[in-house]
């Protein structure tokens, strides 16, 4: 990802007056709001939210309460059309929720709509008139990858890009909408081996199973995502809400089924099997910055736990 300069970078929200950007000019920002977690650049009708959460990009109550605000403002800015999500960590884009604070998070998340879940979160921007788009660097497991899954569109870096959905391996069903993505992009048996095996995939193996849109070199990468931003963000918004609304009447499953899905996560949190193997991962490393670089590795260890 490019990195930002001084001169073309609006951080946390902080934009200045209007600015002629690609020849025209920029409509008045409409994101005023300091973040703790994201960082914010707008372009014309484009907003870049690049994730900044260190260590590792967890998924927690601040993350939750970012998003939630993010996506209450950009809707509500009529001149935004496309949101471009993006990581400032080169090896974790969002690495899956923080299983120590789940309540906190879920808390956030019902700032947005009404019920603590981040399934419910993730599915209001899959049905956002805002087209969004994923651009993946480092990995994404877990809410992580369901993140990136309620994105309109997924494009990952082939260098550095890891996928993982593994809650099985703590007797867990993915809660935040994974399991309904993934078994309508994949089809049955690829999404069982993903889900089942908790193994990490590569980009290019992400790609052929359907998991993201493509999978591309480092250096094309940004350029590819801005490019298409740019252009999508050019077509008439009534055609695009027209074109997600049609797709996701055939594609985006029920809301039912991803509160259904978010239930039975939060009742394997809760079931002692559940509590046990998460402590144990806690143990040895978990939720650390370098034992996640291998999380496969170390969830094949649990059950020694």
Known sequence: MRTLSVDDTFDHGDFGPLHKLLGSEVASPEIPKVFETLKMRKEGA?????????????????????????????????????LVFRSTDPDYFISHVDVTKIEEYRQEAAKLTGEASIALLFRHLSASRLVTIAQIEGRVRAAGSEFVLACDMRFAERESAIFAQPEP??????????????????????????????QDFDADLAEKYGWINRAMPAN?????????????????????VAVKDRVNAIALAPIEDFRRDSDLFGEGARDPEGQSRIQAALERGFQT????????????????H
Request: glycine residues 10%; neutral net charge.
């Open 46 to 82: 484009v907003l870049f939210a690049d994730i900044a959460a260190p260590p590792m990009n967890l998924l927690g109550p601040a993350l939750a309460r970012d998003l939630v605000s993010l996506i209450q403002q950009a809707e509500a800015d009529i001149a935004l059309k496309v």
């Open 169 to 198: 391996a703590f007797g867990m069903t993915p809660g935040g909408g994974g399991l309904q993505h993934l078994v309508r992009l994949m089809g049955r048996a690829r999404a069982l081996e993903v889900m089942l095996s908790a």
């Open 220 to 240: 094309t990468l940004g350029d590819f995502v801005r490019s298409l931003a740019y252009r999508i963000a050019k077509f008439p918004e009534a055609g695009l």
């Open 289 to 304: 910055r370098h034992a996640e670089m291998d999380l496969a590795g170390l969830l094949a260890d649990l059950n020694g």
